[in-house]
Each structure stands twice: as C-alpha cells, then as structure tokens.
C-alpha cells in the first residue's frame, strides 16, 4: 500500500461506513453523526487529491510550496506540539481544496447544530 | 520512509475503527467520545496531508465543538432506542455502500489530479495581500464562498432562534472549573488574537480564532457565567450578525470604489482582509457560542 | 458602480439581518426588500434583453480561481419568477398574523430573505462549490420555514427534510470532490471535460444524484409531501414553488453544459421524471388533505419538469429545453397560488379534508376561484402557460416521433386533471361539513396574492413571447 | 266643477305634517295620510287644468303650473302616494317609529308632487330636496344593520345629486338670466349646466353607473316607500330630465350616445345582478334600473333626433306610467303576501302578482304591450344607426324583465309568512292591480293596439330559460350565493375580523409515501429514504459510467432507475 492509497483509502471507507450506517439505523443523534462521519469522509477525498496534485508537481517546485513549507515550520513550532519535526510534515497542499473543506466544516458545524435543535425539540415533545 | 508509512497505515486505521465505533456503539457518551476521537485522529492525518489549518480548523470545530453539540444531544435525548434493521435492509445497504465506496476509491486513486489551481494561486499570491495562500483564498480569491458560508451560520443561527431548543444550564462542576475557566480564558483570547494576526501570512485565521474564541466563551459557560441574562444574549446576537452585514457591506463598498463586487483596491487588499477577518472572528465565536448554548425560555437540567 | 446582479445578491441578505435585529420592524423591512428585488429583477432583465448575456468576475478574479457570476436569460428567467411569486407570498404574509407564539427573531421574514437571497446567488452562480454553499443556505432556510407552525408533524418533516437535504448536499459535495480530482477545477466550465472520461461522469451522477434529493425526485421525494403540507401556508407555497425547482434548475444548466455527453443522464431524469408523475398523481388522487394532494402534485409537476429536461436532447441541437424552463415558471406561478388558496380555504372551513370541502353555508369564494385558475394552468389548459410549455413539449416530441413520451406526457396531463378536478368539483356542490362557528372571512390580502398568482400564470400564456425572448439570451 | 287652486297641491300634504306634530291630534290625523294626496289627483284629472298660480312673495318669485308634460305624471303620482299611504298605515301599525315615518313620508310627498307643479327653479330644486332628504327617512324606517348601510348610501348619493343640480340650475340662471324651468331647455344654457343638471336627475333615475344607493334603498325601505321609491320618485328624475335636457329642439349627438350607453349597461346589468339577489324586494328594484335605463333611452334617442321627440315623448310618458302602476303594485304586494301561510290564499295572491308580472314584462293585451308598442313605433324615427341596437335593447329589456319577474315570483313563493303582517294590507294592493288591469281600457290607443305574436316570445324565452336552470339547479345541487348588498360599495364595507375558526382535527394521516407504509403506524422510518438515496446514486454512478455517451436516445429504452427501499 502506497501512501497515495492509504488517505483516499481511508476517506472512502468512511464515506461507505457513513451511507451504510445512515441506511440501516433511525436513530437521530446517530443519523446526525453519520452525516459528519461522511463530510469528514469527503473532506479527506478532497484533500488527498489536493496533496496529490503537489506531490506531481513537486519536481517543480513553485513559491506558493516554498511559502507555505516555511510557515508550515513556524506554525509547527508554535501551535501544534505534538506533531513537531519538520521532517515528518508534508508538502502543504493545494490551497483551494483546503479553502473548501473548511467551508465545509464551518458550514457543518451550523447544519448539525440546527439539526441537534430540531431533534432535541422533537425528544422534548417526546418527553411529554 | 517505511516508519511513515506504517504511522500513516496506522492512522487511517485509527480513524476508520473510531468511526465504525462511533457509529456503533450503543453508549451515547461512548459514541460521542468516539467521535471526538475521530475527529482528532482526523486532524492529525491532514496535517500530514500538507493542511494544517484545516487540521487546526478540524479539531477546534469538528472534533471540539461538533462533540460538545453532540454531548448536550447526548443527554437531551436518552438513550438509544433504534430497532434493528431487517436483514434485507441491511445487507442492501451494505452491498451499495461497498459498491458505492469501491468506485469512490478507484475513481478518486486514479483520477489524474492536475490541479489547474496552484499555479494561478502562486502568480496571484502577490495581489492578493497576504502570503498564506489558503487565506488568500477565502478572503479574496473565492470570498464570494466564504460570505456566503457566514451567511450560513446566520441562518442556522436563526433557525435555532426560532426553534428555541431548550437552554443549557450547566452543572455545578465544584471548585474546578472556575480556577480552569480562569485560566483557560485569557490564554484563548491571546491564542484567538495570534491565530488572527498570523492568519494573513501563516495557517491561521478568522475561523481558527472564531473557533478558539468560542471555546473561551463556552468555558465560561460551564464554568458558571450566566449567559441568559438578557442583555448579554442580545449583544451575543447583535455581534453574530454584525459579521455578515459588515461582510457583506464591504463587499458593495468594494464595488463601489473598484467597479467589481468583493474587488479590494490596490495595495490595501490587507488592510480591507484584516478589517472583515477581525469582525468575522467575533461574529463566528459569538455564532458559535449562540449556536451551543441556544435560546429557549426553558432550561434542560 | 454597483450593479443590479451585485444587488440582487447582496440587498436580500443584509434586509434579512435587519429583520433579524428588528423584529418589529421585520414586516414592513421584509415587504420593502422584496419589491426592491422585484425592481432589480426587471432591470435585469430589461438589461439582458437590450444588451444580452453578462459575465462577472468577483474581486476581478477570473473563472476558475475566482468565481464568477452569470447573468443570461434562464437566470433571469429564473429570478424573476423568484421575484414574482416572493411578492405575491410576501404579500400574504404581511396580512396573516405570526403563527403561533411570537418568533424572537422575526419569525418569517428573516428566513424568507435569506431564502430569497440565496436563491439569487444560486442561480447566477457559476460554480459547483458555490452552488454547494448556497444549496446549504436554502436548505437550511426552507427548513426554518418548514418549522415555524412549532407543530410536531412541522418539526418531525423539517427534521426529515434537513437530513434529507444534508445528504443530498454531501453527494453534491462529494460529486464536486470528484471532478476537482478529474478536471483539477469545480467551476461549471469544467462539465464538458468531465463528461468525457468515466470517472467525470461519475462525479456528475452523484451530483446529480444529490440534486435529485434536493428536488424531491422520485423516489427521493419520501421527506416532501410531510415538509410542504405541514408548513404555513407562505412557507409552503414558497417551498413547493421554489425551492425545489433550484435543483432543477442547476440540473438544467448541468444539461446545458454537457452537451451529448450528459445524455445518459438525461434518459435516467426522464425515466424517474415519468415515474414521479405516475407516482405522485397516484397519491394525489388518494390524499385525504387539501395540502398533501398539492403537495404530491408537487411531486408529479416536478416528474413532468423532470421528463421535460431528460427528453429535451442536446441543447446544440434543440430548443426543447426551453420547455423544461417553462414549465417550471408555470408550475411555480400555479402552485404557489394553489397553496395560498389552500391556505385560504383550511382556514375559512377549521380543515382542510378534501371530503369535507363541500359546504352548505360557506359558498365557494375568490380562494377556490384562485384555487380553479391555477388547477387550469397546472393541467395545461390554453390559454395559461402550462399550456404553452406543455404544447412546444409535445410538438417537439411529435416532431422526433417519439410516441412513448408524448403518451406519457398525456397520461400525466388526464390524471392532474382527474385529481384536481376532485377538489374543484366538490368546492361547486353543497354538503354539510363546516366546522362549528365557521364563516367566510372578510376580503384579505392573501386572496389578492392567490388570485394575482393564479392570473398571472393564466397572462403569462398570453405573454409567452417574453420568456422566450429572454431564454435566447442564455449561454450554452 | 270648482276650480281648483294648484297651492293646494303640495299645500295639502304640507299642512297636515304641520297638523301631525300636535301630538294631542295624532290618532285622528293619521287617517288622513292618505287623503293628502287626494287634492292633487283632483288637480290632474280637472278638466280643463286648473289655472297657473304666481306666489311673488315666495323666495324669488314662485310660480306654479300644471303643463301638459306634468299632468298624467302629477296623475299617478297623486294616486300611487294615496295608495301607499293606505299601506303604510296598516303596515306600520304597531311599528316603532311609526310618527317619524309618516312625516318623512308626508314630506317626501310634498316635494314630489310639489316639483311637478312647480314652473321656476328656486321651487323646483326646493320640492325635489325636499323629496329626496326625507325620503332618507323612509329607507331608514326599522333601524336595522342593513337599513342604517342603505340610509349612508342613500343620502351620500342624494346629497351628491342635489349638489350637481343646484350647481346645474345656478350655472343655467347665471348663464340665461332666467329663472324659469322652462328656460333649462334653452339653447343658450352652457353644455356644463345641462351635464350637472342631467347628473343630478341621472342619481334619482337610478342610471348606471349612479345607481348604487336604489337597490340598497328599496330592499331596505318598508314595502310602501319602495312602492313610491320607485313608482313616484324615480319618475321625478325622469320628468326632470324630460323639462332641463333641450329634447325635441337640439340635437347632441355626444351627450344622447352617453346617455345611451348608460341605459343599455343598465339594461345588461339589471338582470344580471338582480337574478342572483336572495330578496324579492332587492330583484324588484334591479327591474326598475332596467325599466328606467329603457326610458333613459327612449330620452336618448330624443337627444339624438329631434324629430322623434314628438312621437317619442308620449311613448315614454306611457311606459312611465305603466311601469308606475305595474311596480308600485308589485312592491304592494310583496306585505301582501308576506301576511299570508303558504297554502291556496297565497297561491291566488301569487297568481295575480304574475298578471302584474306579465304585464311589466310586455305581455299582450296590457299596458306593457301597449306601452312597449308605442314605444317601439316612436323609435323607428330615430336615426339609422340606432336602429339596430334599439330592436336589440328593447328585446333584452323584456326578456330581462321577464326573468327578473319569475325570479321574484320565486323568491314570494318561499317567503316565510310574517304572521304580524294585518291581512288588510292586500287592500291598496288590489285597489293598484286593478288600475293596472283596466290599463288598457283607461289608456290612450290601448283598446286600439293589436296584440302582437313576437311580444310573446321574450316572456316564452324567459320561461323556457328558468326552467332550464331550475332543472340544472336540481340535478347538480348547485346553489347560488347571495352577493353582498350594494354591490361594489359592499366591498369597501367594514365588516369585523371574524374570531379565528374552530378547527376540526385533521384527519387522521394515512402515509402514502416511502417513509411511511400503510398499516405500520405513524413511525417514520428515515433510513428507508437514505437507503433509496443510496441506491439512486450507485445506480446514476453505474449508468452515467457504463452507458457510452453518444447523441441523445430519446425514446430508447433508458437504463432503469432502481434502489427504491
């Protein structure tokens, strides 16, 4: 398995687990958590073909990968400990898929609490 | 490059097993731990796929915020009580997500991916007026998105208005949570206010900030600050939809002075971008907030 | 210089956070920012007429890093009908009183700006990603709507119809992801590459797939007929009227767009569209409720819409797409007054059973008569323009010879009047089932905008020159 | 025989209000009523005519006269006040309010037949305000919701009236330096002083479009004083028309085709809005809008040749006192009716309101076919270009009549009997139907006129027509919904909000869509629609990738769409 497969790989899977799991359970707070399993899912498709697109292109390598491998390093330093070694991080990928996918989550997040309302308006009544 | 490639194997692993047992289990607090799990495993594998503010982005709104949601839904809605599908239903929903997701892979492995994308992105990079290229592009290149993306989170702010979900009312922590909420606080609003800045030329940004900023405002939440007070919720409100109108006037005032709709004018492209970032991340932090602690009349335990 | 196309995007937005920072004020803003749209709209059109087609670039960024917005004729087209049936229900929300307990945030106006605004954005839009944002945006207003009544069955369909929604938009999403993969861009300029590799294609079903949820295509309509009956009346006219014929209209341009590539797709829209017909006229024939048959009329309008845009063929070769659009123009005008009188009637009877419409003391009123006018135009009736979008349908299919459709078309066409002739006939006989103290309320305003619908629909047969004259104007 | 001084006209009703407001002399006065007119029928049936009367110390110099013009109107005037009198007396007998309606009543009739007798314009415009403010009191008798609209509509309208024909009459004495009737008519009266004038006389005509307050007020008004509403008052209009337009001297193309155009709306318009009325009273009263619209054409055709008018004038004379009697007795009949239980007494009563009936619609061998015939020989002066619309209007006039007459019929027919109704009331009633019998024998020329096979066919048709809807109402169950009284003027009336409808609860909800299976309950079962999504998607994935891409297959067999859960 080449590293190329492992990410898609891994976004496929949890796409299939997401429209496996919204297919076969009524559950509310499960449904809405499948639905984010799939975003996630997606979003990890997407970025996987961004990082590809760079790993061809990396013979030639543009300013826009020299500029942010060297903000990359910064913001590694600063805000993200855990995954300290500059060696170990990757090229940073094409941008605009990045600028979708968090959208995406950001459009996510207000979908799932609208829905989080509704359901919970829905067990209030239940509840009566 | 073997050890990276087997961290990676690993990964992925871990992230699919923490979905499959998010989606599993039939303890809510287990799933919605599962999830938050998920959802930091997640952002780890984009940042080693070359995305760290979406990783950043990832794990203070997906992993954190999604799971705070999810644990007051949690609690709100009782335990499971899903019948089991019929098997018929089951194995059909197996076989077309098997299918559907195979297709996916294969489709998504070997699709060319040449991106028309970067190298307009690195000869713009110059005009656009900051240096972080995924900045770059949701504050000028496709701004059009990102306004309309506020423009969701007003109305999902609405919706919840208008609904009125029960409030929260947090439980008395005892004699934590107010020295953590003392501590925390200050920390996330110099952390917010960095995020902010860095944004233009490093990952980082409005949404990042928004989202660190409303981690504060919910610590102070469960820590015990009452936000039902009436006026504090109504200039919680006042600022979630102060980002779009300010957003959205900007961009007719753009117009105005450019001749095209979100068009900066030359050489203060930064200044306008910093400008809306910095009401953005009020507004995102208090649409957040709002969108967590709700506003009905009614409290729920 | 700010430009109309900038406004009708913008204008819809900022009117809804003044709604929403104003409750008090909403009615009076809300009513204001959508004749103001109306105006804009026509100048719009009036501009695309004189001068044609129009492309713009935002922040001056050229397509496909930035994002452009496309002003033709079909957009045009399209907002103007979104402008016209807005006025109308705006109208009739101005005079009804708040459902239920006082809204804190305005209730309907806000939801119904945003609405407005996103379906502007919408149809100018250019791009697949930005399609996918204001889908979301609509989505999640049109749920709003859908809850406002605060009644369970409301709260229980806006849940269906917002997962419903969530997952069509996903697909979406995950059919943009794809052809970002394939063609290394999402604008729509990217479609015809995409249809010419398998995985391309593959992209544009999921995508269309996820339409196909947004539009409540057979068999994905399962969460409409519950969301759009047990909305308010304004928000259910807006719903069935607009809302869903976004997705149709994206489908439209995706057809436009891909040429003879996208045909397979075409004959699936046709296929499901013929059977959302069938279906839908079915139910409707069986419903018990007022609301839900024009809800599942709904469903087959959108089936006949549907079947329109898969037999219409390449757009390089033909102009029968120009029938899809139509027909959708007229569906929106109809149905929107068809649930405006709905409305009207359910709330002058205390119910709105369809075996209880006969009533001795209330005699039929300008609600059923609007009610009977826009049943005209849904069935085809000359002289409305369900008549003119149905006749260039059926001549161009007549002309290709292909009889199974135009079989089909009539079969639709006999069984929407079978079904709407249940609720005209019964509203012409006398029978006593009236609810106890019920009595005709005085003249309202929400018979203006029925009725005002309703002639529309039947003027615009007359007027049938003018949407064709703009859709000439449409990039393909 | 003694001659009659012509003050004594309007005098007499004038001095027994003045007599009725002693209270002490009220019971033995009240009989009286109907005697006040008497000196005035006396007035017209005088032969030869009583001598002119010159009152110079009398506002700007009163002069009164009985023309010839005036004579047969001051005629039945006289006899319809008598008779309505008579009625009103037996009708109002224990009403409240009764002494108010007698000297409103009392009023009403000295300005009506005052006008007639009356030669300068200061009497005239005084007998005719007189006439039509007091009426105002008559529509108001009873109090009701519906009495109280009618009054605001009526004296909106009459104020109006009165306003336009003082400006008329002012404008015209300032423009001749006259201020006789007589010279109105003349040549030298600027075109805006006949137009006001015209206007104001037009309201009291009843023309469409100024029509709006008539048949409010005779629905509204007590059976009496619609009997002289319409039988008396509207004829005032007419004959005040007939003085002030210049008819038989000028011709004015434009004013008579305005005039013209009024009558036939009003000829099409009457029947239509008076066959969907619910009261007999209110269909009555929308026959009278179209007998005097036909009038108002028979002026019409005056205006637009000269010539006819000589012919014309006493066509249109007789048709006014036709229609005085036919409807003043239909409106008397209408108590009549009402005092009585449906049953055999009833059906004799009805049977003579269809003579009166038939006799308003033209019938032959009546005064309608004599008036009709004289009518239709005068307008065969009239210019070519009338001829064609006038034979269609006359026809439409007739079968109008006649269908509005079976519909009033009908609607007597159903009436609930009123049992504080004193059966006395028929009495005037029989007293008018038989001087509408004996027409044809008391008329000028009726023994002499042919009955004439045509005029049966507008009352045939009419009948013919009835019976089919009456037929299409019983096999459909149909039923017509009574319109709002007053027509465009009841849409601006300000009903209350009514409190909001008791709903019904809805019915029960039987799913019929995926989600929900029928005979499985209400629970939705969600995944069902994410499942069929699933399918869809890998089904459009399948086909969009297998199927090659090529020109359209239109009516090939596409690929099948499955996945449904």
């Known amino acids: 398995m080449t590293p190329d497969l492992i990410y898609p790989a891994a976004g496929a899977g949890l796409i299939g687990l997401a429209l496996w799991r919204l297919a076969t359970c009524g559950d509310t707070l499960r449904r809405i958590m499948a639905l984010n399993v799939l975003a996630v899912g997606i979003a990890m498709l997407m970025l996987a073909a961004g990082r590809e697109t760079l790993m061809l292109a990396a013979g030639r390598e543009t300013s826009t990968l020299a500029a942010g491998r060297d903000t990359l390093t910064r913001a590694a330093g600063q805000d993200t400990p855990q995954t300290a070694g500059a060696g170990f991080l990757q090229a940073a990928a094409d941008p605009v898929p990045q600028a979708f996918v968090l959208t995406g989550i950001v459009v996510l997040v207000a979908v799932t609490a609208a829905l989080m309302a509704l359901a919970e308006r829905l067990g209030a009544r239940d509840g009566d | 490059m073997s050890p990276v490639v087997l961290f990676d194997a690993a990964l992925a692993l871990g992230v699919l097993g923490c979905a499959a047992l998010a989606l599993t289990l039939r303890d809510r607090t287990g799933t919605v731990a599962a999830f938050m799990l998920t959802g930091l495993l997640v952002a780890l594998s984009w940042l080693r796929l070359g995305a760290p503010d979406v990783a950043l982005a990832e794990a203070a709104i997906g992993a954190g915020l999604t799971g705070a949601l999810f644990l007051r839904g949690a609690r709100r809605l009782g335990p499971l009580r899903a019948r089991p599908p019929a098997p018929a239903q089951a194995a059909a929903a197996a076989l077309g997500a098997a299918v559907l997701s195979a297709a996916l892979l294969w489709a998504f492995a070997t699709a060319p991916a040449e991106s028309l994308y970067p190298p307009r992105v690195a000869a713009a990079l110059e005009d656009s007026g900051v240096s972080n290229p995924v900045t770059a592009v949701l504050l000028n290149f496709r701004a059009w998105d990102t306004l309309l993306e506020i423009a969701v989170l007003v109305v999902a702010l609405l919706l919840v208005m208008t609904l009125s979900p029960p409030r929260v009312i947090p439980d008395k922590l005892g004699a934590l949570v107010q020295p953590f909420a003392r501590i925390v606080v200050p920390v996330a609003v110099l952390v917010a206010g960095h995020l902010l800045w860095q944004g233009a030329e490093a990952p980082g940004g409005a949404f990042q900030a928004g989202a660190v900023l409303a981690g504060a405002g919910l610590a102070l939440v469960l820590g015990g600050v009452r936000v039902d007070r009436r006026v504090l919720r109504r200039a919680l409100t006042a600022l979630a939809l102060a980002g779009l109108a300010v957003f959205t006037l900007a961009a007719l005032a753009s117009q105005a002075v450019t001749g095209a709709l979100l068009g900066y004018p030359d050489g203060q492209a930064k200044a306008w971008i910093i400008a809306i970032e910095g009401a953005l991340t009020l507004s995102i932090a208090a649409t957040l907030c709002l969108l967590f602690t709700g506003y009905g009349r009614r409290s729920a335990r | 210089m700010v430009t109309e196309t900038s406004l009708l995007v913008t204008l819809p937005f900022l009117a809804a956070l003044a709604a929403a920072a104003a409750p008090r004020a909403a009615a009076t803003l809300g009513m204001a920012a959508t004749l103001a749209n109306a105006g804009f709209a026509a100048l719009l059109a009036r501009a695309l007429l004189a001068d044609g087609a129009r492309e713009t670039s935002l922040g001056g960024w050229e397509a496909p890093l930035g994002i452009t917005l496309r002003a033709d004729g079909l957009a045009a087209l399209m907002i103007g009908m979104t402008a016209l049936v807005g006025s109308a229900v705006a109208l009739q929300a101005m005079g009804r009183p708040a459902p239920g307990r006082p809204a804190p945030a305005g209730g309907f106006w806000p939801l119904w700006l945003a609405t407005l605004g996103a379906m502007n954005a919408l149809f100018l839009s250019d791009d697949l990603f930005n399609l996918y944002v204001t889908f979301e945006i609509l989505g999640l207003s049109a749920v709003g709507l859908t809850a406002l009544t605060g009644s369970r069955r409301a709260l229980r369909a806006a849940f269906d119809y917002l997962s419903a929604g969530l997952a069509g938009s996903l697909l979406l999403l995950l059919g943009v992801a794809l052809a970002y993969a394939e063609a290394g861009r999402v604008d729509l300029a990217a479609v015809p590459a995409l249809v010419e590799t398998m995985r391309g294609r593959i992209a544009l079903a999921l995508v269309l797939a996820g339409l196909a949820v947004k539009a409540a295509l057979f068999p994905l309509h399962f969460w409409m007929p519950a969301a759009h009956a047990n909305a308010a009346p304004p928000a259910s006219a807006l719903l069935s009227a607009l809302v869903v014929k976004t997705a149709l209209y994206v489908a439209l341009r995706l057809s436009l767009e891909g040429g003879a590539g996208i045909a397979p797709a075409r004959a699936a829209l046709a296929v499901a569209g013929s059977g959302a017909m069938l279906w839908g006229a079915w139910n409707a024939l069986r419903a018990e409720r007022l609301k839900l048959l024009v809800a599942h009329s709904t469903v087959a309008q959108i089936g006949l819409i549907a079947l329109a845009l898969g037999v219409a063929g390449n757009p390089a070769d033909s102009t029968l797409w120009q029938a899809a659009a139509l027909l959708m123009l007229s569906h929106a005008l109809a149905k929107a007054a068809m649930f405006l009188a709905a409305g009207r009637i359910a709330e002058e009877l205390g119910h709105d059973r369809i075996s209880g419409l006969n009533r001795t003391e209330l005699r039929p009123g300008a609600a059923e008569f609007a009610f009977a006018i826009a049943a005209v135009s849904l069935i085809g009736l000359p002289p409305t323009a369900g008549f003119v979008g149905k006749w260039v349908l059926i001549e161009g299919l007549i002309a290709r010879e292909a009889w199974i459709w135009v079989a089909l078309v009539m079969t639709g066409t006999v069984l929407s009047a079978a079904y709407l002739s249940r609720v005209v006939s019964r509203c012409l006989r006398g029978g006593p089932h009236v609810a106890p103290g019920a009595r005709r309320p005085a003249w309202h305003m929400g018979d203006v905008a029925a009725l005002g619908l309703a002639v529309g629909a039947l003027a615009l047969g007359l007027a049938s020159a003018l949407p064709f004259a703009l859709l000439e104007t449409t990039l393909t | ?565």
């Open chain 4, 1 to 565: 025989m003694i001659a009659l001084p012509l003050w004594i006209v309007p005098a007499a009703p004038l001095v027994l209000l003045a007599l009725l407001l002693v209270p002490q002399a009220r019971p033995a006065l009240r009989a009286l009523v109907p005697l006040a007119p008497l000196p005035a029928l006396a007035a017209a049936l005088a032969s030869p005519a009583p001598a002119p009367v010159t009152l110079d110390w009398l506002m700007l110099g009163t002069e009164l006269a009985l023309t010839d013009t005036a004579r047969p109107f001051l005629g039945f005037t006289a006899a319809l006040w008598a008779l309505a009198g008579w009625q009103a007396l037996r009708l109002l007998r224990d009403a409240p309010g009764r002494d108010r309606f007698l000297a409103c009543f009392l009023l009403a009739m000295t300005g009506n037949l005052g006008l007639l007798v009356a030669q300068d314009i200061a009497a005239f415009y005084s007998f005719f305000a007189a006439m039509s403010l007091a009426s105002w009191g008559l529509v108001l008798q009873g109090g009701g919701a519906a009495q109280v609209f009618a009054g605001r509509v009526y004296i909106g309208f009459a104020v109006t009236g009165e306003l336009a024909l003082f400006a008329g009459l002012s404008l015209g004495a300032f423009a001749t330096g006259e201020t006789r009737l007589a010279a109105m008519a003349g040549p030298e009266v600027p075109a805006l002083a006949t137009a006001l004038m015209a206007a104001g006389l037009l309201v009291k005509l009843g023309a469409v479009p100024l029509h709006l307050w008539l048949p409010l007020a005779h629905a509204a008004a007590p059976a009496p004083a619609s009997a002289v509403l319409s039988g008396a008052m509207l004829k005032a209009g007419l004959f005040g028309l007939m003085t002030v337009l210049p008819l038989g001297s000028a011709a004015l193309p434009g004013a008579a085709a305005g005039l013209a155009a009024m009558a036939l709306a009003g000829l099409v318009l009457a029947p239509a809005l008076g066959l969907v009325q619910a009261e007999a009273k209110a269909v009555l009263a929308y026959s009278s809008i179209g007998q005097m619209s036909l009038m108002a054409l028979g002026l019409a055709a005056g205006l637009a040749a000269p010539a006819a008018w000589p012919l014309l004038g006493p066509a249109v004379l007789l048709l006014a006192v036709h229609h005085a009697f036919a409807k003043a007795a239909l409106f008397l009949g209408v108590p009549a009716v009402w005092s009585t239980a449906p049953g055999a007494l009833r059906a004799a009563l009805l049977a003579a309101l269809a003579l009166l009936a038939l006799a308003l619609a033209g019938l032959p061998a009546t005064s309608g076919a004599i008036a009709k015939t004289a009518l239709k020989e005068a307008l065969e002066a009239a210019p070519a270009g009338w001829q064609v619309w006038l034979g269609t209007a006359l026809f439409a006039a007739s079968l109008g009549t006649a269908l509005l007459m079976l519909r009033a019929l009908w609607l007597l027919a159903d009436a609930p009997q009123k049992p504080d109704t004193a059966g006395d009331v028929a009495l005037p009633w029989l007293g008018a139907t038989g001087l509408v019998l004996a027409a044809p024998w008391l008329l000028p020329g009726g023994a002499a006129a042919a009955p004439d096979p045509a005029d049966l066919v507008p009352p045939g048709l009419a009948a013919a027509l009835a019976l089919a809807a009456l037929a299409l109402v019983r096999s459909f169950g149909l039923r017509l919904a009574p319109p709002k009284a007053g027509e465009l003027l009841g849409l601006f009336e300000a009903a209350p909000r009514p409190a909001p409808v008791l709903a019904l609860p809805p019915p029960p909800r039987r799913g019929r869509t995926l989600v929900v299976r029928r005979g499985r309950g209400a629970v939705a079962r969600p995944e069902r629609g994410a499942l069929a999504i699933l399918g869809v998607a890998a089904a459009l994935a399948l086909v969009m990738a297998l199927a090659p891409a090529g020109p359209a297959p239109v009516s090939a067999p596409p690929a099948p769409v499955t996945g449904e859960g």
